[in-house]
């Protein structure tokens, strides 16, 4: 309980999934949470449990892949909540699963733009708020597909190496403004995304399907949102004031081969 006291946290892509669970997560630990995401009805739900619980929380309506519309909710938030403490940029896309020869440069643009793009606008806004403040955590989903690769999905794994090192640039080019910026990697998770990605693979059956995500994992399973959302809340929190400029790999086990 309150490892968030008195911060404000922003979570992107917070209606489902790992964002959902971070943006409970950080509420339960004392967090203000703005919720940012295009799923109106998800995030108004969740925001409205959050309240009822007695946890400060709000929602707006932001596509990441837009800087017009990242920058003006991220004003919102500081007009309503007077601060951001914290930056988690989690929403992301799997984008088209094709062999690279196959990909349009739609495809492709569409996977960055959300993925890269969308922890650039971001971050870049609320880089001020938190530099007037010196103070700041930045934690940016990428994935053990930012560490290592696939025989698939290519304008993913492009995105989340990118997003590997942006995350390491921005660690470097902040810290002596006091502000961290840490990477989270982790294995499959089971989401929304990780269920649609099966199905796009041609996937028939679900449970067999998740059998096979099973077997990469030494753990012997996949993980759950709340896997990921504790090492979240860990790099939002002042436990890791020393820690910038990483990768905390969360994944049972899949990239230590
Ligand atoms: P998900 O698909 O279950 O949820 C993603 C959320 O992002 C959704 O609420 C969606 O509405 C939101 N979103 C998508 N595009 C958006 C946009 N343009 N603007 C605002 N919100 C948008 O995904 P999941 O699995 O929870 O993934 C979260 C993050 O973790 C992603 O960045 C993903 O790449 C990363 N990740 C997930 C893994 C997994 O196995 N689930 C593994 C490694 C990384």
């Not at 007077?82 to 643009?109: F, M, Q, S, Y």
């Not at 930012?146 to 990118?162: Q, T």
């Not at 929304?192 to 994992?217: I, N, W, Y």
Request: hydrophobic share 40%; aromatic share 6%.
């Amino acid at each position: 309980m309150n490892r968030l006291k008195g911060k404000v946290c922003i979570i992107t892509g917070a209606a489902l999934g790992i964002g959902r669970a971070c943006a409970r997560r950080m509420a339960e630990e004392g967090g203000t949470v703005a919720l940012f995401d295009l799923h109106d009805e998800d995030c108004t739900f969740l925001a409205q449990t959050l309240g009822d619980a007695g946890l400060p929380a709000a929602y707006w309506h932001v596509d990441v892949s837009s800087e017009e519309s990242v920058r003006s909710a991220i004003d919102s938030v500081v007009e309503r909540f007077g601060r951001i403490d914290v930056l988690v940029n989690n929403a992301g896309i799997a984008g088209a699963n094709k062999p690279t020869h196959e990909i349009t440069e739609a495809e492709w643009d569409r996977v960055q733009a959300v993925n890269v793009k969308g922890v650039l606008f971001a971050t870049k806004h609320v880089l001020p708020h938190m530099r007037r403040n010196r103070a700041g955590s930045i934690v940016n989903l990428s994935s053990i597909y930012g560490l290592i690769s696939a025989p698939d999905i290519p304008p993913y794994h492009a995105s989340k190496g990118a997003v590997t090192l942006m995350s390491k640039t921005d660690a470097l080019l902040y810290a002596t403004d006091g502000i961290r910026v840490n990477s989270v990697h982790p294995g499959f998770i089971w989401t929304p995304m990780v269920e649609q990605h099966l199905c796009d693979s041609g996937t028939k059956d679900l449970a067999e399907g998740r059998c096979a995500l099973d077997k990469l994992h030494p753990l012997g399973h996949v993980g759950e949102p709340d896997d990921i959302a504790w090492g979240v809340v860990y790099l939002a929190s002042d436990e890791s004031k020393f820690v910038t400029g990483s990768e905390l790999v969360i994944d049972g086990g899949y990239t230590a081969r």
